[in-house]
T-cell receptor, first 109, second 114 residues
Framework: RKEVEQDPGPFNVPEGATVAFNCTYSNSASQSFFWYRQDCRKEPKLLMSVYSSGNEDGRFTAQLNRASQYISLLIRDSKLSDSATYLCVVILNTDKLIFGTGTRLQVFP | DADVTQTPRNRITKTGKRIMLECSQTKGHDRMYWYRQDPGLGLRLIYYSFDVKDINKGEISDGYSVSRQAQAKFSLSLESAIPNQTALYFC?????????????FGPGTRLLVL
């Protein structure tokens, strides 16, 4: 089993739709969780951290479920500019960051 | 100006050649990383360094070496390039002094080994 798993997609959604991605992780000792965004042929950039209590940033909501060992990202009112690949990142300890392979989102008009 | 820069941005080389990829940062971060990204495999850590005197192997260090010449510079070398090292290479930094784990990536270097 991979340490971090994501559905590669693509998720094709119309503008205005709500879309959710999940990411599962295998090590229960994982400490920190993040979502990064990567545009085609560009570098990954931090989208948001994921806190135990859940957190929201505008149209984006991230949640953590430690019991089931997954994190989620919800995007409301999708925009064309949200089209990208979303990478789940799990930090096991200071020395080890693990990236998921990414979920591709395509928002169409 | 970009905070994390990589040179070259694109490189084509032949099997057996030695090649160096360079990374510089102006963020003042102490931690630097080299990753490669392949389709379907995501980002994989090659080497990382927490300060000038600290070098650590990552998940896939075989065939690579690194040098941390200064706090701001971290270079990756392929001593004898082979075709399966064709990939997109990213350098990244993070600020270990604050315990912040956010990674800041350079723009990437596309390497093609023929």
């Amino acid at each position: 089993r991979k340490e971090v798993e994501q559905d590669p997609g693509p998720f094709n959604v119309p503008e205005g739709a709500t879309v959710a991605f999940n990411c599962t992780y295998s090590n229960s000792a994982s400490q920190s969780f993040f979502w990064y965004r990567q545009d085609c042929r560009k570098e990954p950039k931090l989208l948001m951290s994921v806190y135990s209590s859940g957190n929201e940033d505008g149209r984006f909501t991230a949640q953590l479920n430690r019991a089931s060992q997954y994190i989620s990202l919800l995007i409301r009112d999708s925009k064309l500019s949200d089209s990208a690949t979303y990478l789940c990142v799990v930090i096991l300890n200071t020395d080890k960051l693990i990236f998921g392979t990414g979920t591709r989102l395509q928002v169409f008009p | 100006d970009a905070d994390v820069t990589q040179t070259p941005r694109n490189r084509i080389t032949k099997t057996g050649k030695r090649i160096m990829l360079e990374c510089s940062q102006t963020k003042g971060h102490d931690r630097m990383y080299w990753y490669r990204q392949d389709p379907g495999l995501g980002l994989r850590l090659i080497y990382y360094s927490f300060d000038v005197k600290d070098i650590n192997k990552g998940e896939i260090s075989d065939g690579y070496s690194v040098s941390r010449q200064a706090q701001a510079k971290f270079s990756l070398s392929l001593e004898s390039a082979i075709p399966n090292q064709t990939a997109l290479y990213f350098c990244a930094t993070s600020d270990g002094s604050t315990g912040q784990e956010t990674q800041y990536f350079g723009p990437g270097t596309r390497l093609l080994v023929l």
